[in-house]
């Protein structure tokens, strides 16, 4: 084996552990996001601690892969897919600590949801965990798979989020005005729904990464829909 040889095989294999600690990362937050939803539904705070406290791993794993990032692009100054490939690691790990973070936010508030006036059941907000929860576990799952098809769903399913967090934030204001005793309860699912907003947005940013890591195109803030489906610029303006 070469000089030449050598320096990619090595390039390989530490690009492979960056991949890895990627994997653990999404694992991590994946779970969060989940126990820190089924406090909040179940009204039960008994996993909020350990939850805070798995959130510091994710923290640790951010830097690793930034660290690994930078060392990659200084030693090896890759090109083309590869370049791609590590860009969006580092995008994805930036992501991933950010749901970390409102995953702690949700747990938090349940912790504090218990101390109030229960509400009636909501069904909004359980779909809208529901379907954040896949969206991030679609987003994920595009990414390991490398699938540009699973990541443009993820984005198309965003709006839904939206909707129900329009919908969820009628209500409980509706429930404040008729019970004032319910303000407290009102006021934590209120921020529970901008927290699991902001973690769909967040899947949507990873599959939107993912479709440029397969594709080679950026997909972000409708650039698509303006270039047309063969890359052209699109000319209905006027």
């Known amino acids: 084996m070469n ?18 600690r990627l994997v653990e990362m999404a694992g991590i937050v994946e779970s969060l996001v989940e126990r820190a939803t ?17 959130d510091s791993r994710v923290d640790e794993l951010e830097v690793e892969v930034d660290e690994r990032v930078v060392e990659l692009l200084a030693l090896f100054q890759p090109m083309a897919s590869d370049l791609r490939q590590i860009i969006t690691s580092n995008k994805v790990a930036n992501d991933l600590e950010r749901v970390g973070d409102h995953a702690v936010n949700i747990a938090k508030a349940a912790r504090r949801l218990v101390e109030t006036q229960p509400l009636p059941e909501l069904r909004e907000l ?3 965990a529901e379907i954040t929860r896949e969206m991030l576990a679609d987003a994920l799952a595009s990414y390991v798979t490398r699938n540009a098809g699973t990541a443009r769903m993820v984005c198309i399913t965003d709006d839904k989020v939206d909707n129900l ?14 019970e004032p005793k319910r303000i407290g309860g009102a006021l934590e ?11 769909a947005d967040l899947s949507t940013n990873i599959a939107e990464d993912v479709v440029f890591l397969v594709e080679g195109r ?11 489906s063969d890359g052209a610029e699109d000319d209905e303006a006027g």
């Open 165 to 178: 967090r329009g919908s969820l934030f009628r209500i409980l204001v509706t429930h404040m005005l008729e």
């Open 189 to 199: 699912l209120l921020l529970v729904s901008q927290n699991l907003e902001r973690v």
């Open 218 to 228: 950026t997909i972000k803030h409708g650039a698509e829909a303006h270039r047309g």
């Open 38 to 54: 089924k406090a909040v539904l179940t009204r039960n705070s008994a996993s909020v601690a350990d939850i805070i406290a798995e």
């Open 126 to 128: 359980a779909e809208m």
């Open 3 to 20: 000089a030449e040889q050598k320096t990619r095989r090595h390039f390989h294999d530490e690009l492979e552990t960056l991949q890895k």
